[in-house]
């Protein structure tokens, strides 16, 4: 049973940081591209960052230079560091998991977590 369990979410006042963690289960981590999404209220799901069973990664333009995804293969982890936060970044924030290629449509992706809500205050 695949399980994606994403942590790390809260309150931080605009210009702070945090640091998502999804674990994951069930699949062959190092084979899998991993990427975060986030899905602010009244908003379509959109893609933050990916990376691949290689390690390349790519971060969306509205988090480029802030944001840097990561994981650890040994610990079957990937995380998301986030910096210089900003109102316009509260959503929950989703772990997903494909075993093939590095897609951008979220319907490519084939396992998802249950998501963390982060939320920054102006």
């Known amino acids: 049973q695949v399980r994606l369990l994403e942590s790390g979410g809260g309150l931080v006042q605009a210009g702070g940081s945090l640091r998502l963690s999804c674990a994951a289960s069930?699949?062959?981590?190092?084979?899998?591209?991993m990427a975060w999404y986030r899905q602010a209220p009244g908003k379509q799901r959109e893609l933050v960052a990916t990376?691949?069973?290689?390690?390349?990664?790519n971060c969306a333009d509205a988090v480029k230079g802030r944001f840097a995804i990561s994981k650890d293969n040994a610990k079957n982890m990937v995380y998301l560091e986030m910096n210089g936060l900003k109102p316009e970044d509260t959503a929950v924030y989703y772990c997903?998991?494909?075993?093939?290629?590095?897609?951008?449509?979220?319907?490519?992706?084939?396992?998802w977590g249950q998501g963390t809500q982060v939320t920054v205050s102006s």
């Open positions: 997903a998991a494909v075993n093939f290629g590095v897609p951008v449509l979220s319907t490519e992706y084939k396992y």
């Open positions: 069930g699949i062959i981590f190092s084979a899998n591209t």
């Open positions: 990376i691949s069973s290689g390690g390349g990664t």
